[in-house]
């Protein structure tokens, strides 16, 4: 019944209602569901994360949904590993999930296929690569709404990843020197640069007049306090998903 009012909230884009049922769906341990509805149940969890910004705990309930499906053999599985990259490739983990024993038998299906070439595009921080492989696989990947409607997203989530490993070897540098590099208008790479600093990713100025990106140089304790600080956020990451894959 539960498994009901959530694909009627889903169609109908009732937000609250889709997350006050999944998380009642969450808590009963009297009965044990079959894996296609529990399969069901947790990729609407995703799904609902996704429109949360939540790629961690979309993430984890992607691949307890993959697992689902896969144990009762239904052929949504594949469409819900595509999901599950998508949420990875977003929460920028370093983990390709197309990588697990899980994944291993899918990998010659032509969705899964098409899907690799955009992880592929997308881990070398090749942006013309990435937009030709979206042109070239739109059945798999643009085709589909739910995917559609993130494509933005990770965009510039790529563009973003390409511009911070494109400014590590410059103390100053053009900015429209940058957005030929990522095929982009030099305004759009002002915006993406000034995101960056603003995330404490990049420390930098902008001289908009002379349109030059000015990177500060890192003291050996700021390397230090960067690198710890990143190790903290990687490991909370961690801890998340194993706490929401738990549950």
């Known amino acids: 019944i539960h498994a009901m009012y959530l694909a009627m909230y889903a169609a109908r884009e009732e937000h609250k209602r889709l ?3 999944y998380l009642q769906c969450m808590t ?3 009965a044990i569901p079959h894996p296609r509805i529990m399969g069901f149940i947790r990729e609407c969890g995703g799904k609902m994360y996704m429109g949360e910004c939540n790629w961690e705990q979309a993430k984890a309930n992607f691949f307890d949904a993959f ?3 896969d144990e009762a053999g239904s052929p949504q599985r594949v469409q819900v ?11 920028e983990s370093e983990v390709n999930p197309l990588s697990g024993p899980e994944a291993m038998s899918y990998v010659n299906d032509p969705a899964i296929v098409a899907i690799t070439a955009l992880v592929a595009a997308f881990e070398s921080q090749d942006v013309v690569r990435f937009e030709h492989t979206l042109s070239q696989n739109t059945e798999h990947i643009q085709d589909d709404p739910f995917i559609a409607r993130y494509i933005a997203d990770l965009r510039r989530t790529l563009r973003m990843q390409a511009l911070e490993s494109a400014v590590l070897p410059y103390t100053r540098i053009r900015i429209d020197s940058l957005a030929k590099r990522l095929d982009i208008a030099p305004a759009d790479a002002e915006q993406l640069l000034v995101a960056l600093i603003l995330d404490k990713r990049l420390r930098a100025n902008i001289d908009q007049e002379q349109g030059i990106l000015a990177v500060k140089q890192d003291t050996a304790e700021h390397q230090q306090f960067e690198a710890l600080n990143k190790w903290a956020t990687n490991m909370e990451s961690l801890l998340r998903s194993a706490i929401a894959t738990i549950g």
């Open 67 to 69: 697992k689902n499906y």
């Open 81 to 91: 590993l595509k999901y599950l990259v998508l949420a990875s490739l977003l929460s």
């Open 19 to 21: 997350k006050d049922t």
């Open 28 to 30: 009963i341990k009297s």
